[in-house]
């Protein structure tokens, strides 16, 4: 998987995110000074608007779902911008705001959600170590931020997906980017493009001992049912992402994590199930993808089930923005072509007669 023109392997586990934000809107890597600046203009845009802080705190009390208050509290991202600000400028500094706050949003929601008040953005924390300490109250180490920031890296595109043109067809129509943002929520909140995370760790958990993996799974195979974390739409091969995450979480486990028991149950699990696919289902040639070393990683990041979608959204953020800008220099319309199939050569009945 090439980003920006960089192996996804070649920058994911060394670049900061503000780094591979950068990247992906000037198409080029910053020098120090242009770092720190970009640095700066996000930690600055981290607190909510009045108005969203108010909204989480509503939907919250509803118990929204978390990609519902995310949608929502999104589209209030903009508030505030100046009144003299260029059309350019002004989209410019929605796509900063939406990048800086994504964090603040799913972290102050999360704890609101929990009974607990938020926690303020720390202006000397970088953008991956804040989301954990507005998650956590505490500052978090070095190994927890740089696998979630490798994490963030390897997500933070893929192509043409369903959220991604989404936001692409918004723009394309000359609307704002903050508008082109909350369609692509919508559209990774579907269980179908957002949701395969989660369940991909569920037979791990399931089986619990290693001696259990391989009759447990050839009864899942046998019934049909599908391996969650294996096999992948567009590779046919190993998805590139697993490796780098693979690699992520084998030094978040040895250094940090404590559920080193579950790391080697589910290195177990990727063994067996890779065999059983290769006995079963030679001709597909299925292979581990991206969301079961996903799921592995922010387990071991003590993140919960419910937080591994809307973290997915912190990183895409950055992708979405930049695809936005190049749809937004590009100044064409999106409109695919369809061919009616239905019946035809119908006659009108009037309502009476029918």
């Given at each position: 998987?090439?980003?920006?023109?960089?192996?996804?392997?070649?920058?994911?586990?060394?670049?900061?995110?503000?780094?591979?934000?950068?990247?992906?809107?000037?198409?080029?890597?910053?020098?120090?000074?242009?770092?720190?600046?970009?640095?700066?203009?996000?930690?600055a845009r981290r607190p909510l608007p009045r108005a969203a802080a108010l909204l989480l705190r509503e939907a919250a009390f509803e118990r929204a779902p978390v990609m519902d208050a995310l949608r929502m509290a999104a589209g209030a991202v903009g508030l505030g911008a100046p009144e003299d600000a260029s059309a350019e400028d002004e989209f410019y500094e929605d796509a900063l705001g939406?990048?800086?706050?994504?964090?603040?949003?799913?972290?102050?929601?999360?704890?609101?959600?929990?009974?607990?008040?938020?926690?303020?953005?720390?202006?000397?924390?970088?953008?991956?170590?804040?989301?954990?300490?507005?998650?956590?109250?505490?500052?978090?180490?070095?190994?927890?931020?740089?696998?979630?920031?490798?994490?963030?890296?390897?997500?933070?595109?893929?192509?043409?997906?369903?959220?991604?043109?989404?936001?692409?067809?918004?723009?394309?129509?000359?609307s704002d980017v903050v508008s082109a943002v909350v369609g692509a929520i919508g559209a990774l909140k579907g269980p179908l493009h957002g949701g395969a995370p989660g369940p991909a760790l569920d037979a791990v958990f399931e089986i619990r001992e290693a001696g259990e993996a391989e009759s447990y799974l050839r009864e899942k195979i046998e019934r049909g049912e599908r391996l969650m974390g294996f096999g992948h739409r567009i590779y046919k091969v190993r998805d590139p992402r697993a490796d780098v995450l693979a690699d992520a979480a084998e030094r978040l486990?040895?250094?940090?994590?404590?559920?080193?028991?579950?790391?080697?149950?589910?290195?177990?699990?990727?063994?067996?199930?890779l065999r059983l696919l290769a006995e079963y289902k030679p001709e597909r040639g299925l292979q581990t993808n991206v969301e079961f070393y996903t799921a592995l990683l922010l387990h071991g990041l003590g993140l919960p089930m419910g937080l591994f979608t809307p973290t997915f959204a912190v990183g895409r953020v950055a992708g979405w923005t930049a695809h936005c800008f190049e749809q937004r220099a590009q100044d064409r319309l999106i409109r695919p072509q369809s061919a009616y199939v239905g019946p035809r050569d119908r006659s009108w009945v009037p309502l009476e007669a029918r």
């Open positions: 998987m090439i980003v920006a023109g960089f192996p996804v392997e070649e920058f994911a586990n060394r670049a900061s995110f503000e780094e591979t934000v950068y990247l992906l809107w000037h198409d080029a890597l910053p020098d120090l000074g242009q770092l720190s600046g970009f640095r700066e203009a996000l930690s939406l990048v800086a706050r994504f964090p603040t949003i799913v972290a102050a929601y999360w704890r609101l959600l929990d009974g607990e008040e938020p926690v303020a953005p720390d202006p000397e924390l970088g953008l991956v170590a804040n989301y954990l300490y507005m998650l956590t109250g505490e500052v978090p180490g070095g190994e927890f931020v740089r696998a979630l920031e490798t994490y963030l890296n390897t997500v933070v595109d893929h192509g043409l997906n369903a959220s991604t043109f989404a936001a692409r067809v918004i723009v394309s129509t000359r486990y040895e250094a940090e994590a404590a559920d080193t028991k579950l790391y080697r149950l589910a290195l177990e699990v990727e063994e067996t199930v």
